[in-house]
């Protein structure tokens, strides 16, 4: 068991976290946001909590009515009770958003004129925003698939930690393909050289507890015939203090050193740095 990494999945998927019985109730209708874990995919909108009321209203005893209900809620308290991260309910908020306009439909038949006028201003307004979302999220993308943007521009734009890996694409190619690379980065789709993710956040066989010594790594690399190391720009602080020392002694020596442009932070914000990427070859 390595209870580091399973820390890290535990809290990567907020199955680690406490939630309180008011979190747990307004979880369904989407009335709250992660706020550890802020942004745009965190909230869908207030709808199926302002129109709470009219969904109990209009709700009947009928076999479509409980279909609903029971994927709905069950979904819900199955995600909330699991990891309780609202991206999570992305899949059944098609189903939440039909319930509010059965609700918006109750009102129709009500002599609530400006409850009525409401709901459809509401409804409306989250429909333009959520598709001029889509389209402005959505633009790069549409431009490739048509040809208006070629593959490489494209990754280079979206696709976080590309410019590192491009880097150890084009510095390892045809180095061979049973020497092993590993590696530091959390975005892995796009390297083509054989690899082992270092981190123990992800990797399951890396126990900080077991690799703590220069030997321990030393003897690991002779175990999974890892021949080069990208620190890109760092190692991680729960295994840097024994690379770092295999690096003071020469056992690590770097044949290879670039600065790449990557993002800086959340994709969503497109903010960009600058990050030196150094290859290192493992000493036989």
């Given at each position: ?75 819900s308290a199955l995600i909330v009770l ?107 789709y796009y390297l083509r050289v054989p ?90």
């Open positions: 068991m390595n209870s580091f990494t399973l820390g890290r999945v535990l809290a990567d998927t907020g199955a680690s976290g406490r939630r309180s019985l008011w979190q747990v109730l307004l979880f369904p209708l989407f009335a709250g946001m992660d706020r550890a874990q802020a942004g745009f995919w965190q909230f869908f909108g207030p709808l199926p909590f302002a129109f709470a009321l009219p969904i109990f209203l209009a709700w009947r005893k009928t076999p479509l009515w409980r279909v609903v209900s029971i994927v709905w809620l069950a979904s699991s990891s309780g991260m609202l991206r999570f309910l992305l899949p059944v908020f098609p189903v939440a958003l039909a319930v509010t306009f059965a609700g918006a439909a109750y009102l129709q038949r009500s002599d609530w004129r400006i409850a009525r006028a409401l709901s459809f201003a509401s409804i409306g307004a989250l429909l333009v925003l959520s598709m001029g979302g889509a389209l402005f999220y959505g633009r790069s993308a549409a431009e490739a698939s048509i040809g208006l943007l070629s593959r490489d521009d494209y990754l280079k734009q979206r696709a976080p930690d590309y410019g590192r890996v491009s880097f150890v694409n084009q510095a390892l190619a045809g180095q061979g393909s049973e020497a092993k690379t590993l590696v530091f980065l959390q975005h892995l690899f082992v993710p270092g981190d123990p956040g992800h990797n399951w066989n890396i126990d900080p507890q077991r690799y703590a010594s220069a030997e321990a790594w030393d003897a690991f690399f002779r175990a999974e015939k890892i021949r080069w190391v990208v620190r890109a720009p760092d190692y991680p602080r729960e295994v840097a203090a024994p690379l770092q020392k295999l690096e003071a002694e020469g056992r690590l020596i770097p044949v290879a050193r670039g600065d790449v442009s990557d993002f800086d932070g959340m994709r969503l914000l497109g903010a960009r740095k600058t990050t030196p990427v150094v290859i290192l070859r493992v000493k036989e």
